[in-house]
């Protein structure tokens, strides 16, 4: 079972994730400040008032956690990566504005910069750098270690957001079973912390992993099962629909790979 540090010094948890934890189930209203692309600014960060909450909600998200399982990447077979015949739906950096210029201002490292800044920093960088083929394994790494910060912190919400990012890094290095595990942590977590405006975004991934593995059928019931999230918000997010239903449709005529190039 993975182990969370438990310093006095590292246990920290926003106080805004727990109220949303405890209080607020309306979907009109945003997440937390957790999703890491939205919070790189300096909003402060009250500690919680007593330790038994944080250690509370460590064991309740442990508890729920599958078994580790240690994977020699050498000895995984991929994917061939950014074919056609073999993924659906990826993003490239040409989804991404500016994307060469992105990653170079996350690469420099301010003199000033907390743990949790850096922990922000260089997961949204892995995100951006898994866009390139080239860059995949070191999104991996970046990814790797932007969890190892949320966990020492105790930010269980970065944490499942984290989660998701590294199981998509994962996908697009090919690693389909273990992308499948990390999008499984990363829904518990962010079930516990009640993020719903950030499940439909683990579906979604889930299914083009999925459709990636020939499971057509369980792409299918993922994708709608963010398209059901997304119409059930009072706040329209047309984008995201639009995207879901087009995964759908793209399904119908989706030939998944043969199994050796899987």
Not at 48 to 59: D, E, H
Not at 95 to 101: I, K
Not at 202 to 224: I, M, P
């Amino acid at each position: 079972m993975t182990q969370i540090a438990s310093s006095p010094s590292l246990i920290r948890l926003s106080i805004h994730a727990m109220d949303h934890m405890t209080s607020n189930t309306d979907e009109t209203q945003p997440p937390p400040a957790l999703l890491l692309a939205e919070t790189a600014d300096d909003r402060p960060r009250p500690h919680l008032r007593t330790r038994a909450q944080i250690a509370g909600l460590r064991a309740q998200v442990d508890a729920l956690m599958p078994e580790p399982t240690t994977i020699d990447p050498d000895e995984v077979p991929r994917s061939s990566l950014w074919s056609d015949e073999t993924t659906f739906m990826r993003e490239g950096p040409e989804t991404v504005p500016d994307w060469q210029a992105a990653v170079e201002r996350l690469r420099v490292r301010p003199d000033d910069e907390t743990f949790h800044a850096r922990m922000e920093r260089l997961s949204h960088l892995g995100d951006l750098l898994r866009m390139h083929p080239e860059h995949v394994r070191e999104a991996i790494d970046l990814q790797k270690e932007a969890l190892d910060l949320a966990r020492k912190l105790g930010d269980e919400g970065a944490r499942g957001s984290i989660e998701l990012r590294l199981a998509v890094a994962l996908q697009y290095d090919g690693r389909h079973p273990a992308a499948l595990r990390h999008y499984a942590r990363a829904d518990t977590i962010i079930r516990i912390a009640r993020l719903r405006m950030v499940r439909d975004r683990v579906e979604f991934q889930r299914g083009t992993c999925l459709a990636e593995l020939g499971n057509r059928d369980g792409a299918r019931a993922a994708f709608e099962e963010a398209l059901n999230m997304l119409t059930r918000r009072k706040t329209a997010q047309p984008m995201k629909v639009a995207r879901a239903e087009a995964a759908l449709e793209a399904l119908e005529t989706w030939t998944p790979p043969p199994r050796g190039q899987r």
